[in-house]
């Protein structure tokens, strides 16, 4: 059975630009989870939303996850829901002190190994985490780390429009 794609964006949603709207305009048959709140992010509301998804899949998923989409993925993991890859771009490190207060029940962020093949991407220099940490979180989850470079957040303030070696991870998860 072919698995449904899901993209899991990060706060505020990715806008029109994006890598991962790109991507899903280019393939019409993954599916985007939606949020109730984009600006304010509760992990209970943000789960619940994303678990729905998988639950509504027409087959196992692959999740595509950037920033605090991330962190929604790796809340949902131990539910056992049928998940069977994740891309997880640019995890914000939401257990800094001055991470921004519009997220709520994000920490403490889980530290289990994820049980379905995963690839965490990080840049060198993105302001929400630095490589070590996201180095660190690919570490506990059993994650394949994937470090780009000096690319900031990995979205369209950082220059990225389609990111065809992004997608190019996610063709290698879902060949898995």
Same mark, same amino acid.
């Given at each position: 059975?072919t698995?449904t794609?899901?993209?899991?964006p990060?706060?505020?949603?990715?806008?029109?630009?994006?890598?991962?709207?790109?991507?899903?305009?280019?393939h019409?048959?993954?599916?985007r &989870?939606k949020?109730?709140?984009w600006e304010?992010?509760?992990?209970?509301t943000?789960?619940? *939303?994303l $678990? %729905? +998804?998988?639950?509504?899949?027409?087959?196992?998923?692959?999740?595509v996850?950037?920033?605090l989409?991330?962190?929604?993925v790796?809340?949902v993991?131990?539910?056992?829901?049928?998940?069977?890859g994740a891309?997880?771009?640019?995890?914000?490190?939401?257990?800094?002190?001055d991470?921004p207060?519009?997220?709520?029940?994000?920490?403490?962020?889980?530290?289990?190994r994820?049980?379905?093949?995963?690839? &965490?991407?990080?840049s060198?220099?993105?302001?929400?985490?630095?490589v070590?940490?996201?180095? *660190?979180? $690919? %570490? +506990?989850?059993?994650s394949?780390?994937?470090?780009i470079?000096p690319?900031?957040?990995?979205?369209?303030?950082?220059?990225?429009?389609?990111?065809?070696?992004?997608?190019?991870?996610l063709i290698e998860?879902?060949r898995?």
């Amino acid at each position: 059975m072919t698995p449904t794609v899901l993209i899991v964006p990060g706060w505020g949603d990715s806008g029109p630009g994006h890598w991962q709207t790109l991507w899903q305009t280019a393939h019409p048959e993954f599916r985007r &989870v939606k949020q109730r709140d984009w600006e304010y992010a509760v992990r209970a509301t943000w789960t619940d *939303a994303l $678990a %729905d +998804a998988i639950r509504e899949a027409s087959g196992p998923a692959v999740l595509v996850a950037h920033s605090l989409g991330c962190h929604a993925v790796a809340h949902v993991a131990p539910l056992g829901l049928p998940i069977t890859g994740a891309l997880l771009v640019a995890p914000p490190d939401v257990e800094r002190i001055d991470f921004p207060p519009v997220v709520e029940g994000f920490v403490p962020v889980p530290r289990a190994r994820l049980p379905f093949a995963s690839v &965490v991407v990080a840049s060198a220099d993105d302001m929400f985490c630095d490589v070590a940490t996201s180095h *660190a979180l $690919a %570490d +506990a989850w059993g994650s394949r780390f994937v470090n780009i470079g000096p690319m900031g957040h990995i979205n369209t303030d950082a220059g990225f429009g389609p990111w065809p070696e992004g997608e190019a991870l996610l063709i290698e998860l879902l060949r898995r």
